[in-house]
């Protein structure tokens, strides 16, 4: 990997040499204690101001629907969340720049040998790309006729956006210009919307990490174990080459860390749609084991963050995060921009309404970029390529989702998901469960209102928020078949790996020997059975 320049304000904040920087990294140990201009330890990060002592007030403070009307309708904020919707990635660079898989000729075959990813180097497409906006996560569509619905524009329609909404959610892909005004017909009643925007359609993308509190915390108790995190996840960044190509927020709840979008822009925009979907597929999943990898290693040098905080590895194909100045679904705090070198909590500045100061921030948010750190990404993500093409042979992106022949009562489940039903509150492994049981319902012919209400009824049992719930369910049911039986008696690592033998949910009886999928359990036909 070529010596990149790292910013000068983080090798101030450093003290240790580079020696030992490279040894820690080396050993994924940090070395305790740390000074208390460490960059990335696992220490609590010492504010370089005086903050306002956070209490629990903050969190038992109420924003009324009036300033959550005035937040949204704030011209400064208005123009910056519109400003951070659009992307030309054609202004990003020179006409000369580099947009192949890697920047330096001598190293493009290389990589795209162990990453099979095949493009030429080719400047991207001249015309602007953008992020589509949701309401409360759930609302998508805006109805261009009465027959049809297209996506939010948030350039276009973020007055009707934020109207009576108090979450405002946006895509981190930013489509091909074409999609703005793509409309399908509104679907009937017990009907699924189509699927307008996904990888086949996406010029660049801003993969991200939410680094969160685990459940049955806050963010109020996780303070420092969430900026350890977060510090340690940069530092990491840092580590591969990636020393300004990204940046952080407060999300309300928890630290976002993103990429600027001009690292990952489609080498092929001409090709056809399924280079892209290659491209983008390839990228989100590699980055999401990047995610997992540093989560493991964190909590290793760190044991005693492990039960307070999580690192949500949840890149695919239409991804929304909380928008820039969104304030929070419940707790009462807008999402702002940190230091993305030494980021801090600042409770009292997330408080809306904003102050001139903190609104100002987000004009130069994510901003900065290298397109030499395109091919630090790229290098940093390889080392993933042979997992993500196995996963990839037998994904649900391929495969089509397989029914049972007939409709499955309670009585007639199998085993792994009557444990899971049976499951109560776990330290891990309530992701990976309620994303099984909601694909399962669907593949065994439960009708939607049953499958989500034991659904929910199986979350609360698990502890998972309703919400956190919900989220997952849209996700999986009717989209994505069961994991099959080998797979759930692997061990794994985290979501979204479907392996749970460490979770003890399969404990075969003699039905089970006769299949490969739960959804073949006391099935007659064995015909449709399926390894995924």
Not at 61 to 81: D, G, L, V
Not at 90 to 119: D, R, V
Request: net charge negative; charged share 25%; with cysteine.
């Amino acid at each position: 990997m070529p010596n990149l320049d790292t910013n000068s304000s983080y090798k101030n904040q450093t003290s240790s040499s580079q020696h030992e920087q490279n040894a820690a990294s080396k050993n994924m140990q940090v070395e305790k204690p740390e000074p208390e201009n460490s960059s990335y330890g696992c220490t609590a990060i010492k504010s370089q101001q005086s903050q306002i002592a956070a209490t629990k007030e903050y969190f038992d403070r109420k924003i009324s629907p009036e300033i959550i009307r005035n937040h949204y309708s704030n011209p400064q904020i208005k123009a910056i969340i519109i400003q951070h919707s659009e992307y030309n990635p054609n202004a990003a660079e020179p006409e000369n720049a580099s947009y192949g898989c890697t920047a330096i000729k001598s190293q493009q075959s290389q990589i795209a040998a162990k990453s099979n990813m095949l493009f030429e180097k080719i400047k991207p497409e001249k015309s602007s790309s953008w992020r589509c906006g949701n309401k409360d996560f759930v609302g998508w569509w805006k109805r261009a006729s009465p027959e049809t619905e297209k996506l939010y524009v948030l350039s276009e329609d973020y007055d009707l956006v934020t109207r009576n909404v108090r979450s405002l959610y946006w895509s981190l892909n930013f489509f091909e210009d074409s999609i703005r005004t793509r409309e399908q017909a509104v679907p009937k009643k017990g009907e699924r919307h189509g699927i307008i925007g996904d990888y086949g359609t996406t010029v660049a993308y801003s993969l991200s990490v939410d680094i969160d509190h685990a459940d049955g915390s806050d963010v109020f108790h996780t303070k420092e174990a969430l900026e350890a995190a977060a510090q340690f996840f940069i530092g990491k960044l840092h580590d591969n080459g990636i020393t300004r190509s990204y940046d952080v927020l407060f999300s309300g709840g928890g630290m976002y860390i993103l990429t600027h979008p001009a690292i990952t822009v489609c080498p092929t925009p001409n090709a056809e749609r399924t280079d892209r979907e290659r491209w983008f597929y390839l990228l989100a999943e590699t980055y999401n084991m990047f995610i997992n990898d540093v989560q493991q290693q964190f909590f290793e040098s760190c044991p005693e963050y492990a039960d307070l905080v999580k690192f949500d590895a949840l890149n695919n194909s239409k991804r929304v995060f909380k928008s820039l100045f969104s304030i929070h679904k419940k707790h009462p705090f807008a999402v702002i921009p940190l230091d993305k070198n030494v980021p801090v909590i600042d409770f009292d500045a997330a408080h809306p309404p904003l102050s001139d100061s903190v609104i100002n921030t987000g004009v130069s948010w994510l901003s900065d970029s290298d397109m030499n750190e395109r091919q630090a990404l790229i290098e940093m993500l390889f080392q993933y390529g042979g997992q993500v093409r196995e996963k990839r042979s037998a994904d649900y992106i391929d495969t089509e989702i397989t029914m049972s022949d007939k409709p499955v009562i309670c009585g007639d489940f199998p085993p792994c998901i009557n444990a899971v039903l049976n499951a109560y509150k776990l330290p891990s492994g309530a992701t990976r469960m309620i994303s099984f049981l909601s694909a399962y319902l669907y593949q065994v012919r439960w009708d939607r209102q049953h499958s989500f209400a034991l659904v929910l009824k199986t979350a609360d049992q698990l502890g998972m928020g309703r919400d956190r719930a919900r989220r997952y369910f849209n996700d999986w049911f009717g989209k994505m078949n069961c994991p099959s039986c080998s797979t759930i008696r692997t061990t794994g690592t985290h979501y979204p790996a479907m392996n749970m033998g460490e979770l003890n949910i399969c404990k075969p009886d003699d039905e089970c020997e006769k299949i490969h999928n739960p959804i073949r359990y006391k099935q007659m036909d064995k015909t449709m059975e399926v390894e995924i």
